[in-house]
């Protein structure tokens, strides 16, 4: 009987709408919290930060900011990089034209320079959806590659457009460690993430899910679908571009527009498909999947072709890293299309039902009349 959603009764409003109403939820959270912002920190090594956990960590927040717009709205974008340029670069122009501006509200200004460039380039979707919509969203990358390449005042006056920061500080702590780093890229994912999962339960979340659903339903009983498809874009394209800033500030330091390559939208758009389209947590099962496999594929597979008496060059192990990366990507869309996500609702569901048969088998055995 450890998890069971019956019998948790609630007697006020206040707690019927928690993010969490089941008590079980709220204790795996806490726990998955207190075991990234305390053990975490105590075991992980520079390298396991800078390869695996800063990296997860801040893709996890872009794929968020994905979901948001392609999964909750149902409108395909291929345009991610692009933002996540926007929000790097109006970030670097902010922090560097104004001295003394600390490092969250430049995050933040960022966000905003991608939130106008996502609601330039939504623009096309009150005409156009599908594929076409992909088309539309996909010509934000070209014109970010352009703009930031040719436009020199937005990259300081570099002619290759390659910039870099340091000394970064937030509240006076420099964060010049691994570790200071990925405390705080943790803690404006789970910020971000509480208010994420916050604003899809509420009114504007629901209309955003009958968009999705059918748009033309959801104009006849009153929803607007241009302010719900242009706030979809708006929000996450400033979730976007607040990651393409932790990017660009903490993890690469010194970077080009060719950081954020048209690679970087398809790798987002297959996060939120193999975590779960329209779930907060299939956010960061899909970052973890595209994240940590490569790598992890890239140090075992020498291994075992050594185990097989065999040797494989880096160049044969590249090669099969990618086979079977995407192999495992179409296996996952065939079995599980809904996404590693429903893996755990539907897990949970089975634990419930078996625990329920349980109790009904004790019960007729100490209830034998």
């Not at 007697?11 to 969490?20: C, E, K, L, N, V």
């Not at 971000?192 to 009958?210: D, P, Q, S, T, Y």
């Given at each position: 009987?450890?998890?069971?959603?019956?019998?948790?009764?609630?007697?006020?409003?206040?707690?019927?709408?928690?993010?969490?109403?089941?008590?079980?939820?709220?204790?795996?959270?806490?726990?998955?919290?207190?075991?990234?912002?305390?053990?975490?920190?105590?075991?992980?090594?520079?390298?396991?930060?800078?390869?695996?956990?800063?990296?997860?960590?801040?893709?996890?927040?872009?794929?968020?900011?994905?979901?948001?717009?392609?999964?909750?709205?149902?409108?395909?974008?291929?345009?991610?990089?692009?933002?996540?340029?926007?929000?790097?670069?109006?970030?670097?122009?902010?922090?560097?034209?104004?001295?003394?501006?600390?490092?969250?509200?430049?995050?933040?200004?960022?966000?905003?320079?991608?939130?106008?460039?996502?609601?330039?380039?939504?623009?096309?979707?009150?005409?156009?959806?599908?594929?076409?919509?992909?088309?539309?969203?996909?010509?934000?990358?070209?014109?970010?590659?352009?703009?930031?390449?040719?436009?020199?005042?937005l990259t300081n006056n570099s002619d290759s457009g390659s910039v870099s920061v340091n000394h970064l500080q937030v509240f006076g702590?420099?964060?010049?460690?691994?570790?200071?780093?990925?405390?705080?890229?943790?803690?404006?994912?789970?910020?971000?993430?509480?208010?994420?999962?916050?604003?899809?339960?509420?009114?504007?979340?629901?209309?955003?899910?009958?968009?999705?659903d059918m748009d033309v339903a959801a104009a006849v009983i009153g929803i607007r679908p241009m302010y719900a498809k242009l706030s979809?874009?708006?929000?996450?394209?400033?979730?976007?571009?607040?990651?393409?800033?932790?990017?660009?500030?903490?993890?690469?330091?010194?970077?080009?527009?060719?950081?954020?390559?048209?690679?970087?939208?398809?790798?987002?758009?297959?996060?939120?498909?193999?975590?779960?389209?329209?779930?907060?947590?299939?956010?960061?099962?899909?970052?973890?999947?595209?994240?940590?496999?490569?790598?992890?594929?890239?140090?075992?597979?020498?291994?075992?072709?050594?185990?097989?008496?065999?040797?494989?060059?880096?160049?044969?192990?590249?090669?099969?890293?990618?086979?079977?990366?995407?192999?495992?990507?179409?296996?996952?869309?065939?079995?599980?299309?809904?996404?590693?996500?429903?893996?755990?609702?539907?897990?949970?569901?089975?634990?419930?039902?078996?625990?329920?048969?349980?109790?009904?088998?004790?019960?007729?055995c100490t209830n034998p009349g």
């Open positions: 009987m450890f998890y069971r959603e019956n019998g948790q009764f609630k007697t006020t409003y206040r707690a019927d709408q928690q993010i969490f109403p089941i008590t079980q939820d709220r204790v795996a959270i806490g726990l998955v919290l207190a075991f990234a912002f305390l053990v975490v920190p105590m075991l992980a090594s520079d390298y396991f930060y800078s390869s695996i956990l800063i990296p997860l960590v801040i893709m996890s927040l872009a794929a968020l900011g994905v979901n948001i717009l392609v999964g909750y709205c149902g409108q395909i974008s291929l345009g991610s990089g692009a933002f996540m340029a926007v929000g790097a670069y109006g970030a670097y122009n902010f922090f560097v034209r104004m001295p003394g501006l600390p490092l969250i509200p430049a995050l933040i200004l960022g966000g905003f320079c991608a939130m106008a460039f996502g609601i330039l380039f939504g623009l096309p979707s009150l005409r156009v959806k599908g594929l076409y919509l992909a088309v539309a969203t996909l010509a934000a990358q070209f014109f970010s590659d352009w703009m930031f390449l040719r436009i020199r005042w702590i420099p964060l010049d460690s691994a570790t200071s780093k990925y405390i705080f890229c943790l803690t404006l994912l789970v910020i971000v993430a509480l208010l994420a999962k916050n604003l899809v339960r509420g009114a504007i979340g629901r209309e955003w899910m009958a968009i999705r979809a874009f708006a929000v996450s394209s400033f979730i976007i571009g607040m990651a393409g800033a932790l990017w660009a500030f903490i993890h690469l330091s010194s970077w080009e527009p060719a950081a954020f390559s048209v690679e970087i939208s398809f790798r987002l758009l297959f996060m939120v498909i193999i975590g779960g389209l329209g779930s907060i947590m299939g956010a960061f099962f899909g970052a973890a999947f595209i994240v940590v496999l490569p790598i992890a594929l890239n140090r075992f597979l020498p291994a075992f072709a050594d185990l097989l008496g065999f040797t494989i060059s880096t160049a044969g192990v590249s090669h099969a890293e990618l086979m079977i990366f995407g192999g495992l990507i179409v296996w996952f869309l065939i079995v599980e299309p809904h996404g590693l996500a429903s893996c755990g609702r539907l897990a949970s569901k089975k634990c419930v039902c078996g625990l329920s048969h349980i109790d009904l088998a004790l019960f007729v």
